[in-house]
């Protein structure tokens, strides 16, 4: 992996430099938010706020109910506003990614994720593809710049971590992000809680919305799909823009290599999730499509008919990823 994105400890210390002047700053991730956008922006705000920064927390989709039991979501703003002296995106791949959150401000100041297809989009670029999660990077850096691990921070660490590795169980678990996840509990981080709330419970909404999702599932030899439409996703009541998580489900069926969700955001424009197993990188489709992501889970948004568009999709993830 010599040449992953690994972070510079230099841009670090002028990171370090800079935050300790700042008093106004702002934080945001990326819309459709998943547990490591959120305990990212929470686990961030919180502790420079608990370090006596004036913090504006921000989301352009706003906060889904389901992450609403972590400590600081009451916080988070659609909008940024005012004079800012410093800006922050974490876990977001792109600048296109935060959606409106940056309408009308420059680039971000610092840009803190994991993703191996980030563009590298800010004026100080904190990425490493070898964590596990951004919510382990704030976690490594956090204590390094002089701020809190308070219980909510731990908490919110803690949580994105636990989400984006399904519990711990992804093929790009280390030990370092093992010792970092046992160093939120010592510093209060409830695993047992946040696992089943992040993993475990589902509302009745998103398990009616499953049952749509399981009603279309479809198969060509180790690929399958399945679509949700807006319609479905009114018609129980579901308040978030995702799959309720489905695609990991999915992706726990024997004998299949790759698994493609198409969730319609809104008429003309569709959603779409890729799993894979260890033997393919679906992260090259995703950014063909102007996606990115990971190698085992990428997404990307494309516009056209929910329906329309998936011979198309389909045909390109097999051609990419070398699939008969």
Same mark, same amino acid.
């Given at each position: 992996?010599?040449?992953?994105?690994?972070?510079?400890?230099?841009?670090?210390?002028?990171?370090?430099?800079?935050?300790? @002047?700042? %008093?106004? !700053? #702002?934080?945001?991730?990326?819309?459709?938010?998943?547990? &490591?956008?959120? +305990?990212?922006?929470?686990?961030?705000?919180?502790?420079?706020?608990?370090?006596?920064?004036?913090?504006?927390?921000?989301?352009?989709?706003?906060?889904?109910?389901?992450?609403?039991?972590?400590?600081?979501?009451?916080?988070?703003?659609?909008?940024?506003?005012?004079?800012?002296?410093?800006?922050?995106?974490?876990?977001?791949?792109?600048?296109?990614?935060?959606?409106?959150?940056?309408?009308?401000?420059?680039?971000?100041?610092?840009?803190?994720?994991?993703?191996?297809?980030?563009?590298?989009?800010?004026?100080?670029?904190?990425?490493?593809?070898?964590?596990?999660?951004?919510?382990?990077?704030?976690?490594?850096?956090?204590?390094?710049?002089?701020?809190? @691990?308070? %219980?909510? !921070? #731990?908490?919110?660490?803690?949580?994105?971590?636990?989400? &984006?590795?399904? +519990?711990?169980?992804?093929?790009?678990?280390?030990?370092?992000?093992?010792?970092?996840?046992?160093?939120?509990?010592?510093?209060?981080?409830?695993?047992?809680?946040?696992?089943?709330?992040?993993?475990?419970?589902?509302?009745?909404?998103?398990?009616?919305?499953?049952?749509?999702?399981?009603?279309?599932?479809?198969?060509?030899?180790?690929?399958?799909?399945?679509?949700?439409?807006?319609?479905?996703?009114?018609?129980?009541?579901?308040?978030?823009?995702?799959?309720?998580?489905?695609?990991?489900?999915?992706?726990?069926?024997?004998?299949?290599?790759?698994?493609?969700?198409?969730?319609?955001?809104?008429?003309?424009?569709?959603?779409?999730?890729?799993?894979?197993?260890?033997?393919?990188?679906?992260?090259?489709?995703?950014?063909?499509?102007?996606?990115?992501?990971?190698?085992?889970?990428?997404?990307?948004?494309?516009?056209?008919?929910?329906?329309?568009?998936?011979?198309?999709?389909?045909?390109?993830?097999?051609?990419?990823?070398?699939?008969?």
């Amino acid at each position: 992996m010599s040449d992953a994105k690994v972070i510079n400890e230099t841009i670090v210390k002028k990171v370090f430099d800079e935050l300790h @002047l700042a %008093k106004k !700053v #702002a934080v945001i991730s990326h819309i459709r938010p998943d547990g &490591d956008a959120i +305990g990212s922006l929470i686990g961030l705000g919180l502790s420079l706020q608990e370090s006596g920064k004036d913090v504006q927390m921000v989301l352009s989709d706003g906060v889904p109910d389901i992450f609403n039991h972590l400590p600081g979501t009451n916080l988070v703003k659609k909008k940024m506003h005012g004079e800012l002296d410093m800006i922050f995106v974490v876990d977001c791949s792109d600048r296109d990614r935060a959606g409106k959150a940056l309408n009308g401000f420059p680039l971000p100041d610092v840009n803190i994720d994991h993703h191996p297809t980030n563009t590298a989009f800010g004026k100080y670029n904190l990425i490493d593809e070898t964590a596990v999660a951004t919510a382990e990077l704030l976690a490594r850096y956090l204590p390094e710049f002089g701020f809190s @691990l308070s %219980k909510p !921070v #731990a908490d919110a660490l803690l949580f994105g971590m636990i989400t &984006d590795t399904l +519990g711990f169980r992804t093929n790009n678990m280390t030990p370092r992000a093992m010792e970092i996840a046992a160093s939120l509990m010592r510093a209060g981080g409830d695993l047992p809680s946040l696992y089943q709330k992040g993993l475990v419970a589902r509302s009745y909404a998103a398990a009616q919305y499953w049952g749509a999702g399981l009603s279309n599932l479809e198969r060509d030899g180790r690929i399958i799909w399945a679509t949700l439409s807006l319609d479905q996703r009114k018609a129980v009541n579901y308040p978030g823009k995702d799959d309720a998580d489905l695609i990991n489900f999915l992706a726990t069926i024997e004998a299949i290599d790759v698994v493609i969700m198409f969730v319609e955001q809104e008429p003309g424009l569709v959603k779409i999730s890729w799993r894979a197993t260890p033997s393919f990188d679906v992260s090259r489709v995703a950014m063909y499509y102007g996606g990115g992501g990971h190698a085992a889970a990428a997404g990307a948004s494309v516009h056209g008919d929910l329906i329309a568009v998936q011979p198309e999709i389909i045909g390109t993830t097999k051609k990419l990823l070398g699939i008969n």
